[in-house]
């Protein structure tokens, strides 16, 4: 059984960089089994996917972040991590990592994905 899990401050500060950590277990990284992907939802708001990585470190984002977003993965940990720089309240939403078995590009539906996180809240607030 996979099993993610979230983590990273719940409250990061207008223009700073929000940095969240996924953990895997149940399965390794770099086995190419899955690829590893951030996905968001705002308030009010539907799911939005963020970006991917891929067992060889290859990385997709959405085009409509791309220029604030890096994902990496540390297979040293068997971790994905996600950073978005310059943030603002805007950004304020619950954070998912999310694995699939096929490469997902733009799409956060919720049966594509074959395991999620329980999502963790990020507020942007001064």
């Known amino acids: 059984q996979v099993q993610l899990q979230e983590s990273g401050p719940g409250l990061v500060k207008p223009g700073q960089t929000l940095s969240l950590t996924c953990t895997v277990s149940?399965?390794?990284?770099?086995?190419?089994?899955?690829?590893w992907a951030w996905i968001r939802q705002p308030p009010g708001k539907g799911l939005e996917w963020m970006g991917v990585?891929?067992?060889?470190?290859?990385?997709y984002y959405s085009p409509s972040l791309k220029i604030r977003t890096f994902i990496a993965r540390d297979t040293s940990k068997n971790q994905f991590t996600l950073q978005l720089i310059s943030v603002t309240p805007e950004d304020t939403a619950v954070y998912y990592c999310?694995?699939?078995?096929?490469?997902?590009?733009?799409?956060?539906?919720?049966?594509?994905?074959?395991?999620w996180g329980p999502g963790t809240q990020v507020t942007v607030s001064s």
């Open positions: 149940g399965a390794s990284i770099p086995s190419g089994d899955y690829y």
């Open positions: 999310a694995a699939s078995k096929k490469l997902i590009l733009g799409a956060a539906s919720r049966n594509l994905y074959d395991y």
């Open positions: 990585v891929a067992y060889s470190g290859s990385t």
